[in-house]
């Protein structure tokens, strides 16, 4: 075996493993070389894919040492791979878009997770482009719990579909004439609006039934899981606002540009940097 055969290997392979994009290439090439170094037959062909936003590669041998030396390999870059964006190959972290799983940096998620926009002209647009017009819908449904609408436009059988994952979704609500949705559904839109209560947490009007629609925190109360848990309720808040300051799930990064909520102007930060440092210290 010389080096010429592997990457010879190497190169005949690495169409076999079925990405979304480049950004693991370098992760399958390093993984066949592996293969190859262990005692793989180079003569056999080896076969990956994404699945679940994860590098899976599929090989089978009869020899149970070199199977167990390629789990190892293949364990080993299934974890790097769910820390290496699929796209540009830089750090990333494993994301939802839609209902699908996958590894992407911030920037790519952003990219590839638009946010709704309602400009001056009642225009809904997503990517920068115009999808529809408030003035053309002539039907709208909301899912029971408000967490999904679908919105009909004089188009004939035009649906758009909208969820609460996406930054203004509750704006679009607000835009939406309520004449458009059912009749006995109303009350209900009125209501939800007319009713939001301040988030001590995040600090938007944002409270509906106990829980925020823009942190989505369970607000604070005397029950025995957060007397047990947090003692008081500023342990409760001052731990919520930390995790929305680290932000390690990108959350508030995605929902810089939402205008659902109202801010409210004396909202109050609990912790302190050495708060901060302690908290990050017991995560991290």
Known sequence: ???????????????NFSVNSTGWEQLIRNLLFEFAIAGWNMEHRVFGKEKFGGLRCYTYSEDEALNNKLKAIKDKYSELSVKTCEI??????????????????????????PFIEIDHQQNIRRSNKTILNIKNIVKADLEYDFQSVWIYTKEQGEMFYFSWQDPNYYLLLKTIPLSLFP??????????????QNCEICGYKAVHQKNCLRCHHEQWNESGYFIEDYGEK???IKECQMDIFID?????????????????????????????????????
């Open 88 to 113: 540009c190959g830089s750090e990333g972290k494993m994301r939802v878009i839609g209902s699908w799983q996958t590894t992407l940096c911030l920037n790519h998620f952003l990219e590839q997770q």
């Open 1 to 15: 075996m010389n080096k010429e055969e592997i990457n010879l290997f190497v190169e005949h392979n690495l169409s």
């Open 248 to 284: 390690e799930e990108d959350y508030e990064k995605y929902f810089t540009y939402d205008q659902s909520f109202e801010k409210t102007s004396d909202h109050q930060i609990l912790f302190s940097s050495d708060d901060l440092r302690a908290y990050e210290k017991l995560l991290f």
């Open 183 to 196: 009749e006995d559904r109303r009350s209900e839109i009125s209501t939800l609006f007319q009713s939001l």
């Open 234 to 236: 500023s342990n409760y």
